[in-house]
C-alpha cells in the first residue's frame, strides 16, 4: 500500500520523483548556460616583475582579467618565453601575447593603444659607465639581451649583438668578461643584482631604450581585440588605468 499527502492523489515516491527531475533540469540549465557563456581564451607571456608572474598577479594580467572577466570568459595563461609567445601567437595556440613591441607582432595585430612604455636599462662596468653618452657608448662592443627581444634595431652603430635565454646566465657572462654589457627590464635585472654581487663592479643604467608595449592577437581572434580596445578604453577613460 502506498500512503499518500491529504493534499494530492499522488504517490508520495511519485512526487519525490518529480521534485528530483526538477532539480535536476535546474542544475544542469544552469551548467549548460555558465559553459555557453565561459570562453576559453589562451594568452601567452613572458614572466616580467611587477607586470606578469606565474601567481597570475601583475599589471598585464590584472588588466587582462579586468577585460575578460569571469564568468563570460575563463583566461588560461601560459608562461613561456618570449620567443616561444611569439610563435604561440603565430601559430593560432595563443589567442592573446603579452609584451609586444611594435616590430615584434604585425601592426594590423596589435591594439590600438599601448598598455604601458616601457623603459630598457643595461649593465654595463662603471669604467664604461662613467664616459656614458648614450647608446652609442655601446659602438663595436658586445652586447646581448634576451631571446627574440631584438634591441640591436635600436643601434644605429656596429656592434657584436647577441641573444641568449636566460637574464642570469647573461649577467654571469657580463661578471666574467666574456660581454660588455647586457640589455634588460630594470625590475628583473634587480631581482637577480645582489645573487651575483655585480655591485661593486657594475651599474645599471635605466632608460636607454623606450617603447610602447601593446597586446598581439592571434590572425583569427579579431573578436577579442575589438572587444579589448573598447574595454581598455572605458577603462583608461574612467581612471582606472
Not at 11 to 17: H, L, N, V
Not at 32 to 51: K, N, P
Amino acid at each position: 500500500m502506498s500512503f499518500r499527502f491529504k493534499f494530492t492523489d499522488q504517490p508520495i515516491s511519485a512526487r519525490m520523483a518529480a521534485l528530483m527531475n526538477t532539480f535536476v533540469t535546474i542544475i544542469v540549465s544552469f551548467l549548460l548556460t555558465f559553459a555557453a557563456r565561459a570562453e576559453d581564451i589562451v594568452v601567452a607571456t613572458d614572466v616580467w616583475e611587477g607586470y606578469t608572474s606565474k601567481d597570475e598577479r601583475g599589471y598585464y594580467i590584472d588588466l587582462l582579467k579586468a577585460i575578460f572577466p569571469a564568468p563570460e570568459y575563463s583566461l588560461k595563461f601560459e608562461f613561456v618565453p618570449f620567443k616561444r609567445s611569439l610563435r604561440m601567437l603565430k601559430s593560432a595556440e595563443a589567442d592573446i601575447l603579452l609584451g609586444a613591441y611594435p616590430e615584434d607582432v604585425p601592426a594590423e595585430l596589435l591594439a590600438k593603444d599601448p598598455t604601458n612604455s616601457d623603459s630598457i636599462g643595461v649593465v654595463v662596468s662603471k669604467e664604461l659607465a662613467v664616459n656614458w653618452k648614450g647608446l652609442e657608448t655601446l659602438t663595436d662592443k658586445v652586447v646581448v639581451a634576451k631571446n627574440a627581444y631584438g634591441f640591436d634595431r635600436y643601434f644605429k652603430m656596429p656592434i657584436k649583438y647577441s641573444e641568449k635565454d636566460n637574464l642570469k646566465s647573461m649577467l654571469q657572462m657580463l661578471k666574467r668578461g666574456r660581454v660588455d654589457a647586457v640589455l634588460d627590464y630594470q625590475k628583473d635585472i634587480k631581482l637577480i643584482w645582489s645573487q651575483l654581487e655585480l655591485e661593486e663592479q657594475f651599474v645599471v643604467i635605466d632608460g636607454v631604450i623606450i617603447e610602447n608595449v601593446y597586446s598581439g592577437f592571434a590572425a583569427d581572434r579579431a573578436d577579442l581585440k575589438q572587444h579589448y580596445e573598447k574595454a581598455f578604453l572605458r577603462l583608461y577613460q574612467s581612471g582606472e588605468i
